[in-house]
């Protein structure tokens, strides 16, 4: 079992999903329920596989990677399919395995308009492949072809089931990842041809990640670094999204259905601070520390920014995507210390937003379903119509503002924290002011999610729904795909060290090499 | 006693009859299908578009043998190299011509048209094309180049009562013609300069120290603005739009692949063997043209209604993308080999998506009888699989990955960014901003096809599948599989494409 899964568990892991899809093809597309319970099968089969992973995964050397497929693959450009699974990977390939198998459950009895659930369920798994893809990659084009895999699924997903400006919606979306991945590319290029053997000095022309991290930049000039990682910089920030390349997710989440905005703000934000995480950071560590108080600036912006823009929102879809911006402002924050502690600290927080936020989709686009809108000032009472909705929604607000003891928390806290004592040689005195702005930060989202809540889910029903009879509470459905998600809030709140216990020695490990030890 | 005399007379150079094999064949079926229609008539409408299609697969058969044999040969006095660039060059032709077979053979039986003549003209294109692959001198270059254009601009009017198609042929004549008369006078410069004909003399002519910089360049920017036509770089696009346009739609995706790569191979000849050492004339000119050719194609298409219009103006910007390597060709040995492989590679692949594209707009039109972009409104509600066909082709187009445009636009900028010049990564960079400009009008269409609905009174059926004839589906088939596969395992392409051409220099 332990060889077969060593040879072969991150290959299926990453292409069930998509062998799923191709299986899908065949069916009729009125067959609906056929196609339903096959997209449930192959999740879940991605998900046993992936459990399979968890279980026999070293976690006494959670560092190394493991289960490593080293296969030629386009041999004219040196580039090979390398996968692997570190303490880095798993908790992200963990998420988006358990996410995507929910999006499923849900969407079986909402599918949005115009129906078609056979293209709809097709482009989901293609776009499963593509996530867990990323998180696997070792190689900078096999990730670079998995992190382009999402675009399509997601550009049609959002165009063709979304609301009324979904065409707009869309294309901005694909533009704006299109522009920032073309300049990573030029990136990943610059360091394919850089890169030099320290005992030769000859130039590698090597994209395998576990080198070009150990390698740590030796060899390549601060200055290009500089530019390098100003290329890598655009790319993932758009992604994460970064303020001031943020505009595209406001509307990209109120325009998506429902599971759209879920996988997007769970795990398709993630491919960006991963990808900082992974690539921008160690492989470069001079540029990284030249951009560094810079990303910290953007990142408190992002924050505040963020917040304001909550607070000034009338679409509750709106307002969870700004909350976005600024939650991932907390786990650039985390980053831009280019400490271990920062970096554990936003790991932390983007599995937890994607629980999170994932989750407060979840939740208003079943209040839509029920309302048929979600303007803000027409919603009202939705305690007393659907009460456990309602206590739903409050109980992932507390856990969005930070409430101590649920998950939120341990994304926000540390990284403030962090900012205390950022890494050597980066200015501590602008560090320190970063994490009074990001505290700040903090009470300004607790004001934003009380105040939606009072809004939406206090107070008694407006007039026009007083009488609705669509307003029904919680469904079996809905249960089903959002309980291991709760749980997930309460058992990671309380139990931060499942998560911190795997990343740790995979961060120190990939900073190490950074410092030359 | 006569014969002595003739031979003094000509003196007849040694001939390599496997290396001229597929030309021989081609020649051969051309010649067949000429005796089939004299012999037959109209009998034998019905078997020349498979004979025609038998003769471009019969020619793929000594191009495998020459492959496996493996040796460069050269013939004809060195005017005609048979390497492992021109055997590629030669698949893509043929391979090419096929599927183009494929998407006539119902539009000209249907259309009323001239058959067996339309096929002829294809094979003589062809075979000049498979000439131009191992041409290594300005004669068998022009030669092969009238050999595949005068069929060409034939081809182009075949729609013989339709208005748009006369003005088609008539202007890609015409401005075809002034192309060649500005190329043969830069050849007679070069040759001044050489007293040769043969590129790798004119190599050796123009690359010391003292030969005349001022002919040389008037030479080699003639040279280049005549092929810059075949390729429709911009400035030299404005027969393109037209052309394509008027001109009956497979001809269209003929002249878009096919012919455009005729135009590259003589470049890529030209470049590595002709004017290898004069790098301080070539690059900075094909800096120029690609730039203006990406902006120029691609800030013109964002404006087109008609969806053949819009390909023929991303056609000028993908002539972009290809001629932007040959900006830093001449910076070392190994950027030149990597800027070779990174333009053939570029050909091969594009030759499948583009046909791909083709394909779809044929197969539509046979329902709307129109290539406007509005009539593609919805089409994913009626006709999924065409919807997809063509999504997956304009995705490719636009060089979004796992399809296969990426790679080719991938080794594009690796070859730009491998000399480590301020110029290449510029013009690097300048790729990067255009794949994006590009995917706004590639994404515009598939979300008509995708978000829209079909309209109620678009004066077609919208409510049943298109029916595709056999040999279209093939052709999507073929061009389709190929675009994925070239995706997702580039290797395949990449193995083949990575050619040299540097090997046949003297040193």
């Known amino acids: ?517 | 006693m006569l014969g002595s005399v003739l031979t003094l007379a000509f003196e007849r150079p040694p001939i390599d009859w496997h290396a001229i094999a597929p030309e021989l064949v081609l020649l051969g079926f051309g010649a067949l299908l000429t005796l089939v229609d004299i012999v037959w008539l109209e009998r034998g409408r019905a078997a020349v578009s498979a004979l025609a299609s038998f003769g471009l697969l019969a020619a793929m058969v000594p191009v495998l043998t020459l492959a496996t044999d493996g040796a460069d040969r050269v013939t004809f006095w060195g005017a005609y190299v048979i390497d492992d660039y021109s055997l590629v060059m030669k698949a893509v032709f043929l391979l090419a011509g096929y599927v183009v077979v494929l998407l006539s053979t119902n539009y000209i039986a249907e259309g009323d048209y001239w058959e067996s003549e339309y096929y002829q003209m294809l094979l003589s294109a062809v075979l000049g094309m498979v000439v131009m692959a191992s041409a290594r001198d300005l004669v068998t270059m022009f030669v092969a180049l009238e050999l595949l254009s005068i069929p060409a601009y034939l081809m182009a009017t075949w729609r013989k009562r339709d208005l748009r198609s006369n003005e088609a042929g008539l202007k890609y004549y015409l401005m075809g013609v002034f192309a060649s008369a500005v190329l043969l006078y830069g050849m007679s410069l070069l040759y001044g300069t050489a007293g040769s004909t043969l590129l790798d003399d004119i190599n050796a002519a123009v690359s010391g120290d003292d030969a005349p910089l001022a002919v040389v360049t008037l030479g080699v920017i003639f040279v280049v603005a005549g092929f810059a036509f075949k390729v429709s770089a911009f400035p030299f696009h404005t027969w393109a739009p037209d052309t394509y346009e008027g001109a009956p739609t497979p001809v269209t995706a003929f002249l878009s692949v096919a012919s455009k790569a005729a135009g590259f191979v003589a470049l890529l000849s030209l470049v590595f063997v002709g004017f290898w050492g004069r790098s301080d004339v070539y690059q900075p000119l094909m800096w120029a043209l690609a730039a203006a050719s990406m902006f120029g194609g691609n800030l013109m298409a964002l404006r087109q209604t008609n969806l053949v219009r819009l390909l023929a103006y991303s056609g000028v910007a993908q002539a972009g993308y290809m001629l932007a390597p040959l900006a830093v060709a001449g910076e070392s040995l190994t950027t030149a080999d990597d800027a070779l492989s990174a333009v053939v590679t570029y050909l091969a692949i594009y030759a499948a998506m583009n046909l791909g594209a083709f394909a779809v707009v044929i197969a539509v039109a046979r329902r709307t009888a129109s290539a406007e972009i509005d009539s593609y409104r919805g089409l994913f509600h009626y006709s999924p699989a065409l919807a997809v066909a063509m999504t997956v082709f304009l995705m490719a187009l636009a060089g979004i990955p796992p399809l296969g445009g990426w790679f080719a636009k991938f080794e594009i900028v690796l070859a730009l960014i491998s000399p480590q010049t301020a110029w290449g990564v510029a013009l690097g960079v300048v790729v990067a901003l255009n794949s994006v400009i590009a995917l706004y009008y590639y994404a515009r269409i598939a979300s008509y096809m995708w978000v829209e609905q079909a309209p109620a009174n678009s004066g077609f059926d919208t409510a049943s599948p298109i029916k595709v004839p056999t040999s279209v589906s093939a052709a999507l088939i073929l061009t389709g599989a190929a675009t994925l596969a070239f995706g997702i395992l580039p290797q395949w392409i990449g193995h083949f494409t990575d050619v040299t051409l540097l090997a046949t220099l003297p040193s």
């Not at chain 1, 998509?18 to 319970?37: F, T």
């Not at chain 1, 893809?133 to 049609?156: K, N």
């Not at chain 1, 522009?179 to 395998?208: I, K, N, Q, V």
Request: aromatic fraction near 12%; glycine fraction near 10%.
């Open chain 1, 1 to 517: 079992m332990t060889d077969f899964l060593n040879d072969w568990g991150l290959t299926l892991v990453t292409f069930i999903p998509l062998a799923g899809a191709l299986v899908m093809l065949a069916v009729p597309a009125v067959e609906h329920r056929a196609i339903k319970q096959l997209a449930l099968l192959t999740s879940l089969a991605t998900a046993a596989v992936g459990a399979l992973l968890l279980l026999d995964f070293d976690y006494g050397a959670a560092g190394d990677l493991q289960f490593v497929v080293d296969a030629s693959w386009i041999d004219v450009i040196n580039s090979r399919y390398i996968v692997g699974l570190d303490g880095i990977s798993l908790p992200l390939m963990a998420l988006t395995l358990v996410v995507v198998p929910l999006c499923v459950i849900y969407s079986w009895d909402h599918i949005p308009d115009p129906g078609n659930p056979k293209a709809f369920f097709i482009l989901m798994l293609i776009l499963e492949t593509g996530m867990v893809g990323t998180f696997l990659a070792q190689d900078l084009i096999l990730f670079f072809v998995f992190f382009e895999v999402v675009l399509l699924p997601m550009f049609f997903m959002i165009a063709v089931w979304g609301g009324e400006n979904r065409r707009y919606a869309s294309i901005k979306f694909f533009l704006f990842t299109l522009f920032g991945s073309a300049l990573m590319l030029l990136s990943f290029l610059a360091l394919f041809f850089l890169s030099t053997d320290p005992a030769t000095g000859e130039s590698l022309r090597s994209f395998d990640m576990r080198l070009l991290s150990d390698l740590a930049g030796a060899g390549i000039l601060g200055s290009t670094q500089i530019w390098i990682f100003a290329g890598m910089f655009i790319g993932f920030g758009v992604k994460v999204p970064m303020f001031p390349f943020h505009t595209w997710l406001p509307d990209a989440h109120t325009e998506a259905p429902t599971v759209g905005s879920v996988i997007l703000a769970a795990v398709l934000l993630k491919l960006g601070t991963y990808g900082f995480v992974r690539i921008a950071v160690p492989m470069l560590p001079e540029g990284a520390e030249a951009w560094a108080p810079w990303i910290g600036l953007l990142a408190v912006i992002g924050i505040i920014y963020g917040a304001l823009g909550c607070l000034a929102q009338t679409d509750m879809k709106r307002l969870i995507a700004f909350s976005s911006v600024a939650h991932m402002g907390f786990v650039m924050l985390g980053i831009a210390t280019l400490t271990d502690f920062g970096i554990n600290a936003a790991i932390f927080g983007m599995i937890a937003h994607g629980i999170i936020t994932g989750m407060l989709f979840f939740v208003a686009g079943s209040v839509k379903e029920r309302y048929h809108t979600l303007e803000i000032r027409r919603l009202g009472g939705l305690l007393t119509q659907a009460p456990r909705l309602g206590w739903i929604l409050g109980f992932v607000s507390m856990a969005s503002l930070g409430l101590p003891g649920l998950a939120g928390f341990w994304g926000e806290f540390p990284a403030i924290l962090a900012a205390y004592s950022p890494a050597e040689g980066l200015p501590v005195e602008t560090f320190r002011t970063y994490m009074v702005v990001a505290a700040v930060g903090t009470v300004l989202a607790a004001g934003y999610l009380l105040w939606l809540l009072q809004r939406t889910a206090m107070g008694k029903p407006s007039e026009e729904f007083a009488d609705s009879d669509e307003i029904v509470d919680v469904t079996r459905t809905e249960w089903i795909s959002w309980a291991p998600l709760l749980a997930g809030i309460v058992l990671f709140g309380l139990l931060p060290g499942l998560i911190f216990d795997v990343t740790d020695p995979a961060v120190v490990g990939l900073l190490a090499a950074g410092s030359g030890g």
